[in-house]
């Protein structure tokens, strides 16, 4: 950025302004470019343009780019909240939560009853796995903007997670009067209920036929009929629509393969039984219970059997664990994934880890004795969990590869799990999982417990029985009435897990055996070995 000048703004530049924002908000990134050039060319100190540059930058996905542009509007207007917020959930999207955590607390500082700001901090603070917090803030931005889409559609969002179905639909019905073809928001309505009928389904293949060139909304689109195509059992059109929604998904997408496979490759080569063996013991807080392994898996079902106890509580799927060790690391990488986060996890002091871990967990986490955190990736870090938080309890979901690795394809998710838009990419992710999740078990078998969603989902009671003795925990019965809680659920499965255990989903994927065969040969060359199950009949 150029040193301030003491050009004044004209008025072609406000008008150039307004352009460049309608462009943006069209689709026309390329006209709303050359109108920042032109304005920064005359003005370099112009704010509103910087702010345009970064707003277009996250667009199109150039992280660094948008936090350079966010990071001018600062440098010339530092209460600038909105700047601020964006700086927030843009360093938590790469995985630096030091540089998040400053710009949060500036984003607050500045937010001046902001709506679009405050909606700004509630995504923040939902990226961080606080969904109580992020309620406050997106609430607010609704009530000082009632009619606006795009707050309509995260409160939406939001409420599904505390179950709240029917605010989350009455929300999504206001946000499609005023905005119709609004594709975010049919998704979102799609998944608050099962499908009974084609009328929706007819709104959404109208949509699609309107759509040129907008993966993104395509995405939303295609996923929701995918969805509820399968409600009806239109196998074939369903999957037709989960490829369509994949392959537009992934354009928007940043995943670099090569540098998951490192960083999975140098977890692996680092945290030996000798380094856990090495230095001062971890913090010694008995009340965490950690749920992991890949998403989609029966993570959430397992969590909510736990959390129905008495004496535990659900914190939902925290991100504090590892925000903690990229803090406490100083991980400042361009790439959120790398070989030396693990070099840098590695010397960090595990006690510190530890307490840093519970302090910044406590107001998620209740005032009940035990808490549950579901963030399926924390099996990464799990001789770090072992280390830092040794009276832990760590309970591991497994599922027949090829259902586990369908169930990412077919589910679009907000912001996270990359690597699922793709079939070679979705198993190869897998089968990095599941080989270091089978290094894990051969250094620390005996200090997690490995339960199979199959086994919890078709024999409740005596699965349900075996976790909760593992976690030293009294029975209760209440454990086997899960669906009856009321508590949030920050997950895909947030609608799903409402109703009592069923097989439906165990072997899905065998309906769609012929147009997943990329998939299943991928595995197959992995050498992850498939579970042979029927399909169920329910």
């Given at each position: 950025?150029?040193?301030?000048?003491?050009?004044?703004?004209?008025?072609?530049?406000?008008?150039?302004?307004?352009?460049?924002?309608?462009?943006?908000?069209?689709?026309?990134?390329?006209?709303?470019?050359?109108?920042?050039?032109?304005?920064?060319?005359?003005?370099?100190?112009?704010?509103?343009?910087?702010?345009?540059?970064?707003?277009?930058?996250?667009?199109?996905?150039?992280?660094?780019?948008?936090?350079?542009?966010?990071?001018?509007?600062?440098?010339?207007?530092?209460?600038?909240?909105?700047?601020?917020?964006?700086?927030?959930?843009?360093?938590?999207?790469?995985?630096?939560?030091?540089?998040?955590?400053?710009?949060?607390?500036?984003?607050?500082?500045?937010?001046?009853?902001?709506?679009?700001?405050?909606?700004?901090?509630?995504?923040?603070?939902?990226?961080?796995?606080?969904?109580?917090?992020?309620?406050?803030?997106?609430?607010?931005?609704?009530?000082?903007?009632?009619?606006?889409?795009?707050?309509?559609?995260?409160?939406?969002?939001?409420q599904m997670f505390f179950g709240k179905l029917d605010e989350a639909e009455a929300a999504l019905a206001k946000a499609l009067k005023k905005q119709p073809g609004n594709a975010n928001a049919h998704w979102t309505l799609s998944n608050?209920?099962?499908?009974?009928?084609?009328?929706?389904?007819?709104?959404?293949?109208?949509?699609?036929?309107?759509?040129?060139?907008?993966?993104?909304?395509?995405?939303?689109?295609?996923?929701?009929?995918?969805?509820?195509?399968?409600?009806?059992?239109?196998?074939?059109?369903?999957?037709?629509?989960?490829?369509?929604?994949?392959?537009?998904?992934?354009?928007?997408?940043?995943?670099?393969?090569?540098?998951?496979?490192?960083?999975?490759?140098?977890?692996?080569?680092?945290?030996?039984?000798?380094?856990?063996?090495?230095?001062?013991?971890?913090?010694?807080?008995?009340?965490?219970?950690?749920?992991?392994?890949?998403?989609?898996?029966?993570?959430?079902?397992?969590?909510?059997?736990?959390?129905?106890?008495?004496?535990?509580?659900?914190?939902?799927?925290?991100?504090?664990?590892?925000?903690?060790?990229?803090?406490?690391?100083?991980?400042?990488?361009?790439?959120?994934?790398?070989?030396?986060?693990?070099?840098?996890?590695?010397?960090?002091?595990?006690?510190?880890?530890?307490?840093?871990?519970?302090?910044?967990?406590?107001?998620?986490?209740?005032?009940?004795?035990?808490?549950?955190?579901?963030?399926?990736?924390?099996?990464?870090?799990?001789?770090?969990?072992?280390?830092?938080?040794?009276?832990?309890?760590?309970?591991?979901?497994?599922?027949?590869?090829?259902?586990?690795?369908?169930?990412?394809?077919?589910?679009?998710?907000?912001?996270?799990?990359?690597?699922?838009?793709?079939?070679?990419?979705?198993?190869?992710?897998?089968?990095?999982?599941?080989?270091?999740?089978?290094?894990?078990r051969e250094r620390y078998g005996d200090r997690f417990f490995d339960i199979a969603y199959e086994d919890a989902a078709s024999d409740l009671e005596p699965n349900a029985r075996a976790l909760i003795k593992y976690l030293d925990l009294?029975?209760?019965?209440?454990?086997?009435?899960?669906?009856?809680?009321?508590?949030?659920?920050?997950?895909?499965?947030?609608?799903?897990?409402?109703?009592?255990?069923?097989?439906?989903?165990?072997?899905?994927?065998?309906?769609?055996?012929?147009?997943?065969?990329?998939?299943?040969?991928?595995?197959?060359?992995?050498?992850?070995?498939?579970?042979?199950?029927?399909?169920?009949?329910?």
């Amino acid at each position: 950025m150029k040193p301030p000048t003491n050009i004044k703004t004209a008025p072609w530049m406000q008008d150039t302004l307004r352009q460049g924002f309608t462009f943006l908000a069209t689709g026309n990134i390329k006209e709303a470019s050359e109108c920042c050039k032109r304005l920064i060319g005359a003005k370099p100190d112009l704010v509103e343009a910087h702010f345009l540059v970064g707003l277009i930058a996250v667009e199109l996905k150039d992280t660094w780019t948008a936090v350079n542009a966010f990071g001018s509007v600062t440098k010339l207007r530092p209460d600038h909240g909105a700047a601020w917020a964006n700086l927030a959930k843009l360093f938590m999207s790469a995985g630096q939560p030091t540089r998040a955590d400053s710009a949060l607390a500036k984003a607050v500082a500045n937010s001046d009853e902001n709506p679009t700001v405050q909606d700004l901090i509630g995504s923040v603070f939902s990226l961080l796995g606080d969904q109580e917090e992020a309620s406050i803030w997106i609430a607010r931005a609704v009530e000082k903007q009632p009619d606006s889409v795009p707050f309509l559609v995260n409160y939406a969002n939001n409420q599904m997670f505390f179950g709240k179905l029917d605010e989350a639909e009455a929300a999504l019905a206001k946000a499609l009067k005023k905005q119709p073809g609004n594709a975010n928001a049919h998704w979102t309505l799609s998944n608050i209920r099962k499908a009974t009928d084609r009328q929706h389904i007819g709104q959404l293949e109208e949509l699609i036929a309107q759509q040129d060139r907008n993966p993104r909304a395509l995405a939303f689109l295609n996923y929701g009929l995918g969805k509820e195509l399968e409600d009806l059992e239109d196998w074939d059109n369903a999957f037709e629509a989960f490829r369509r929604g994949a392959a537009s998904r992934r354009q928007t997408v940043d995943y670099d393969e090569h540098a998951e496979a490192e960083m999975f490759d140098a977890f692996a080569d680092i945290f030996t039984p000798e380094w856990l063996g090495t230095d001062a013991a971890g913090h010694d807080d008995p009340s965490p219970i950690f749920v992991i392994g890949q998403p989609r898996t029966g993570t959430t079902l397992i969590e909510r059997i736990i959390t129905s106890h008495s004496q535990v509580y659900s914190a939902g799927e925290l991100r504090q664990f590892g925000t903690c060790v990229r803090r406490l690391a100083d991980y400042r990488e361009p790439k959120r994934n790398s070989a030396k986060l693990a070099t840098l996890a590695a010397g960090i002091d595990c006690l510190k880890l530890g307490k840093a871990y519970m302090k910044t967990s406590e107001k998620m986490r209740g005032s009940l004795p035990r808490f549950v955190d579901k963030l399926p990736p924390n099996y990464l870090y799990l001789p770090l969990i072992l280390k830092a938080l040794p009276n832990a309890k760590i309970v591991h979901l497994t599922r027949d590869p090829m259902d586990a690795c369908f169930a990412s394809f077919k589910q679009l998710f907000a912001d996270a799990y990359p690597h699922s838009y793709d079939q070679q990419e979705m198993a190869r992710h897998h089968a990095r999982y599941y080989r270091l999740m089978a290094v894990w078990r051969e250094r620390y078998g005996d200090r997690f417990f490995d339960i199979a969603y199959e086994d919890a989902a078709s024999d409740l009671e005596p699965n349900a029985r075996a976790l909760i003795k593992y976690l030293d925990l009294p029975w209760e019965d209440a454990c086997l009435r899960f669906h009856k809680q009321k508590a949030a659920v920050t997950t895909a499965s947030a609608v799903q897990v409402r109703e009592p255990a069923h097989t439906r989903s165990i072997g899905r994927w065998r309906r769609y055996e012929a147009q997943l065969e990329p998939m299943r040969l991928r595995l197959d060359a992995e050498g992850i070995p498939l579970i042979a199950r029927k399909i169920s009949v329910e």
